[in-house]
């Protein structure tokens, strides 16, 4: 797990992110002083203080330090540090003003640093799993039914944009995934699921598709028990459809009732998939 993020050169901290409720600012940035001080080179090493893994490197005068758990590894803190160097060097030509400067690199951390929160669409063919992605990117759906076959992508950054808000995490992003929901390609949705922090389920509300998805559920249980699953309860136009809540009883878990073909839903399933991210990163900011 990070801990806390700092810039700081000969004149103090300047950027302090504090990813926890510990109380390390004084200490790492006694530290930090330290190694300013006395590290003459420009790599980026790992050290352990007291359970603390220090990854950290000097730029331009300044000092990257990142503190984390000691069980992370090194590969993977140093990777993010010189993601974050080279962020600082770019940002650096752009800006002459130092206050500038360290407010655009204030907001490329979180960026660096946090992965995003991946959301799967998971349902049988048919269902409008494709046609919600489209919804969500915000683009006109095709009315005719084109099977999915590559799993395709939508990164929110945009989307979300201002509407995750989270104490400690100033951006979050998201990428949600659909996947091919015909039943030949059932021996790889648990390869594809796979890193999901957000399983959204969805089912046509039909009678039969709904008993169908329940038993997907039951698979997805198995397969990763500790995953946020939603279910979406989808062409709620037609008359066949089952109401949310009974959709919701079968399953057992919250069904949000959906028209993906219906482009008012766009702004209705944006902020059911806010609130979901919100409450999983309640529960554990998400980092690499
Ligand atoms: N009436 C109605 N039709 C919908 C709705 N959502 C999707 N559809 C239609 O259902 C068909 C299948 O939708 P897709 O989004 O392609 O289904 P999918 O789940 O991606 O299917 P696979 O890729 O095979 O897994 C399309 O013709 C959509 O237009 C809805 O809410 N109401
Ligand atoms: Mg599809």
């Known amino acids: 797990m990070l801990l806390i993020l700092l810039l700081m050169n000969e004149n103090g901290v300047k950027i302090a992110k504090n990813y926890t409720e510990h109380q390390l600012l004084f200490p790492l940035a006694k530290i930090g002083e330290a190694l300013l001080e006395l590290e003459t080179d420009n790599e980026t090493k790992s050290t352990t203080i007291a359970n603390?893994?220090?990854t950290y490197t000097k730029v331009n005068g300044h000092l990257i330090l990142l503190g984390a758990s000691r069980e992370e590894s090194d590969f993977?803190?140093?990777?993010?540090?010189?993601?974050?160097?080279?962020?600082?060097?770019?940002?650096?030509k752009k800006y002459t003003?130092?206050?500038e400067l360290y407010a655009a690199f204030r907001n490329a951390i979180d960026q660096v640093i946090i992965t995003p929160v991946k959301i799967s669409l998971v349902g049988y063919g048919g269902v409008g799993k494709t046609t919600i992605l489209k919804l969500i990117r915000g683009e006109t759906p095709p009315k005719e039914y084109k099977p999915t076959l590559t799993p395709e992508v939508a990164t929110l950054e945009s989307?979300?944009?201002?509407?995750?808000?989270?104490?400690s995490v100033g951006n979050v992003r998201v990428v949600v995934w659909d996947?091919?929901?015909?039943?030949?390609?059932?021996?790889l949705w648990n390869l594809w699921m796979r890193g999901s922090d957000i399983v959204i389920l969805v089912t046509d509300s039909t009678?039969?598709?709904v008993m169908?998805?329940?038993f997907l559920l039951d698979l997805i249980r198995e397969w990763a028990p500790h995953i946020k699953v939603i279910a979406f309860a989808n062409k709620q136009d037609l008359p066949e459809a089952m109401k949310p809540e009974e959709v919701s009883e079968?399953?057992?878990?919250?069904?949000?009732?959906?028209?993906?073909?219906?482009?008012?839903?766009?702004f209705i399933i944006l902020d059911i998939l806010k609130k979901t991210i919100e409450s999983v990163l309640r529960e554990g900011i998400k980092f690499a």
């Open 207 to 209: 009678y039969e598709n």
């Open 179 to 187: 996947f091919a929901g015909q039943e030949q390609f059932r021996a």
């Open 212 to 214: 169908k998805t329940k």
């Open 52 to 54: 603390i893994k220090i």
């Open 97 to 99: 003003n130092p206050k």
């Open 76 to 92: 993977h803190l140093q990777k993010r540090v010189n993601e974050l160097k080279e962020k600082f060097l770019e940002l650096k």
């Open 250 to 266: 079968i399953l057992g878990i919250k069904a949000h009732g959906t028209i993906a073909i219906d482009p008012s839903y766009r």
């Open 159 to 167: 989307a979300m944009e201002g509407t995750v808000e989270t104490a």
